[in-house]
């Protein structure tokens, strides 16, 4: 009965599960590809440390954005 058993989940994973996963995997891409394209690259996202002055006194650690950093050595 074992080896029957085996051969049956075998031929069940491969034929019907492993099917459904890249159903799912496909429709995902199929979707994502159709939705946006490149979007990700063009998204302007705010700073929130955009607005802060530098060398204003606080108690926290001054924190520079990249261009700042790099100008400021």
Partial sequence: M???FLYLWVWFSNNCIQN???AMVEDGYVMQSRESTFSWLTDDLKDPD???IIGEESDEEIQYTC???I???
């Fill in 71 to 73: 100008k400021s050595i």
């Fill in 67 to 69: 261009d700042q950093f």
């Fill in 20 to 22: 459904v996963f890249l």
């Fill in 2 to 4: 074992g080896p029957f």
């Fill in 50 to 52: 955009q607005n802060r």
